[in-house]
Structure formats: C-alpha cells, structure tokens
C-alpha cells in the first residue's frame, strides 16, 4: 500500500484504518486540502466499518485526512493527519534522437525509458517533429512496454517533407491543413486511452514504418507526458 505522503495515489481510493472493538462505534473522516483542517473540509461518517472509499478527487492535489472514533458514550480524539497526493503528470523526452530514416522501407524506432512504475491514467504524445521526402509514406505508431501498439498517424499529408505534432485523446483537431508543422496536438488515429491501466516503467517505442522506397529523413524530437497513479489503501492505526 502506499505509505503517507504517497505522491501517486489514484483519484477514486480506500481509507483503511484499524478498528476499535465496541458494537456501536462509528467513524468520523474529515478529508482537506489545508493541512491543519481550517478550510476546504469534507466529512463523511461510517458505521461499524474501518474504511472508507473516496471517488471523484480532484488529479494534481495534496489532500489531508484523519479518523475519529465515537460511540453512543463517548467521542474519541482525531487521530494524527496523514496526506496523499493524487496523480500527477511528468514529460520524458528521447535521449536517442536524431534517428535516421532510411529511403529504403522500414520501421525505425525512437525509445523513451521510464525508471519508475505507476498506474497510466491518462498519456499525451508531443513534439514529434522531423523531416522527410514524403509525409505522406509514413506511418507512426507508439508502443508500451507491455506490448499495446496505438496508431497515431497514417499515411498524411502527401508530398510534404517537415513535420511536427503531437496527440491528445481529448482534442478537437484532426491533421486538415498541410504541411503538418504547427506544434499541436490532434486526436490520434487509435486513442491513447488503451494505455491506461498499464505500467509506466520500460522502454516506450516510437515507430516511424516508411511504406514505400525513397525520401528518407530524420526524427529529430519526440516526448510524452504521462499521468500516473498507484491503486491501494492507506492504513492508520487509531
């Protein structure tokens, strides 16, 4: 589980505490985002039960919470604050770049290396920027360590040479203007979303498949920004 002070914890999860053995007891949480509870609470009770499961909290925050035990004689002290924070989002940019792209067919491969392991809940690609004879011969295409391949881009924009884009699930854009240069993201050919749940450590591949023979280029830049969180319970002795 993760321990106090978890960096990545997910936006719907548990609150387990250890029970105090009395047949009417009942929990109060309070849960802020203020460290001494002087704003910006919430408060929730449960009966007989020693947790409690948060859903719908807000991605990018530090939340603070503790317990309190009551029963029908007495009421108990709060117990000490523990804190969390829900998923946040980190850039990886390609070391191994330039790549060179071949006038003869193929795929050629750009990788990014994630050292620590999370929960995907949301990943963006940007600045895949390069060049080569045709556009319109390549197909572009991410790769997770767990082996899901996602269609970015197919076959665009015949005849241009320079490119540079990125994709997000949640755009508006499609790629309608020619040459692709603009630096924006565009909804991807295959959603992105097919990452989430996956672990983020490993290698990720970028694969450039040039379909026809001629042109050739180069890859000069490519990153990706995931959005992680860790499933589990934080326990607290009262």
């Known amino acids: 589980s993760p321990s106090d002070g978890a960096e990545f914890a997910p936006?719907?999860?548990?609150?387990?505490?250890?029970?105090?053995?009395?047949?009417?007891?009942?929990?109060?949480?309070?849960?802020?985002?203020?460290?001494?509870?002087?704003?910006?609470?919430?408060?929730?009770?449960?009966?007989?039960?020693?947790?409690?499961?948060?859903?719908?909290?807000?991605?990018?925050?530090?939340?603070?919470?503790?317990?309190?035990?009551?029963?029908?004689?007495?009421?108990?002290?709060?117990?000490?604050?523990?804190?969390?924070?829900?998923?946040?989002?980190?850039?990886?940019?390609?070391?191994?770049?330039?790549?060179?792209?071949?006038?003869?067919?193929?795929?050629?491969?750009?990788?990014?290396?994630?050292?620590?392991?999370?929960?995907?809940?949301?990943?963006?690609?940007?600045?895949?920027?390069?060049?080569?004879?045709?556009?319109?011969?390549?197909?572009?295409?991410?790769?997770s360590p767990s082996g899901t391949a996602v269609v970015l881009v197919d076959e665009i924009c015949e005849g241009t040479q320079d490119f540079n884009f990125g994709f997000d699930d949640s755009s508006e854009l499609l790629i309608a203007d020619c040459p692709a240069t603009t630096g924006l993201s565009y909804k991807p050919d295959e959603e992105l979303s097919a990452f989430i749940g996956e672990p983020t450590q490993g290698t990720w591949t970028l694969i450039i498949s040039d379909n026809v023979s001629g042109g050739g280029g180069s890859l000069l830049d490519w990153s990706i920004e995931i959005c992680i969180g860790n499933a589990g319970s934080f326990v607290l002795t009262t």
């Open 11 to 143: 936006t719907d999860l548990q609150l387990v505490w250890e029970a105090v053995s009395s047949p009417d007891a009942f929990y109060t949480i309070e849960l802020s985002t203020v460290s001494d509870f002087s704003e910006d609470v919430s408060t929730f009770t449960t009966e007989a039960q020693s947790e409690f499961f948060l859903t719908g909290l807000d991605a990018t925050t530090e939340y603070f919470w503790r317990v309190m035990k009551e029963t029908s004689c007495s009421i108990g002290d709060f117990s000490p604050t523990f804190s969390f924070s829900t998923p946040s989002c980190f850039p990886f940019t390609s070391i191994d770049v330039p790549v060179n792209l071949s006038p003869i067919p193929g795929d050629f491969i750009s990788t990014i290396e994630i050292p620590f392991d999370g929960e995907i809940q949301d990943l963006n690609v940007s600045g895949i920027e390069g060049t080569h004879g045709d556009l319109g011969q390549l197909t572009i295409s991410l790769l």
